[in-house]
């Protein structure tokens, strides 16, 4: 072998085995390289996970927010709606009660009133009060009644008041003190519309 084909066998060995070597780097760096291009893939899938949860928890709550001031706001129009319902049945039914102190019935039943008021005083000294709008009805009670009775100075809306004064007891038939307190109690309760 000459000298020049040993450098040619010398030179195309030593090549072969850059080359190998080149490859071996090569590989190595690829597999570097795709390793971590696999981690940047999986942190930037987590972290792409990581935001869609805190997008959807963030929505959520302000959906959840938004349905709240809603449902808030539905309320405070029911509430209102049910007031202006309320105060127009009471002055539906307070023009009812006066139409029925016109009547024979509310006569009838201021001398009923009257009647349990004196059963219950069981003889003790009482004082039988009518309200003033009823001062015409004073007579009437009086002789059906055969108790005396007195006009009050203050307007009860209708009924009467009767005073057992040693026993301090207030027997009170008076409407507008019913009508206050059924007022106060009054709350519209959940039904049937279409019945």
């Known amino acids: 072998m000459t000298i020049e084909e040993k450098v040619f066998h010398l030179q195309t060995a030593a090549m072969e085995e850059a080359r190998a070597e080149g ?53 405070r129009e029911v509430s209102r709606v049910q007031s202006e319902l309320k105060q127009k049945l009471f002055e539906e039914v307070e023009e009812l009660l006066q139409e029925y102190m016109k009547t024979e019935a509310y006569r009838q039943l201021l001398a009923d009133y009257v009647e349990k008021a004196a059963s219950f005083a069981d003889g003790d000294e009482m004082t039988i009060y009518i309200n003033p709008s009823d001062a015409d009805k004073k007579e009437y009670l009086e002789a059906r009644t055969g108790r005396e009775v007195t006009v009050s100075r203050e307007d009860f809306g209708g009924g009467i008041r009767a005073v057992i004064k040693n026993r301090n007891i207030l027997i009170d038939h008076a409407f507008r003190g019913a009508m206050e307190r059924e007022y106060q109690r009054f709350v519209f309760r959940g039904g049937d519309l279409g019945a």
């Open 23 to 75: 490859n071996a780097i090569i590989k190595q760096h690829e597999d570097a390289l795709y390793s971590v291009f696999e981690q940047h893939c999986e942190e930037a899938r987590r972290q792409s996970e990581t935001r869609i949860k805190a997008e959807e928890v963030s929505a959520r709550q302000q959906l959840n927010m938004t349905a709240s001031r809603a449902q808030l706001e539905l309320k």
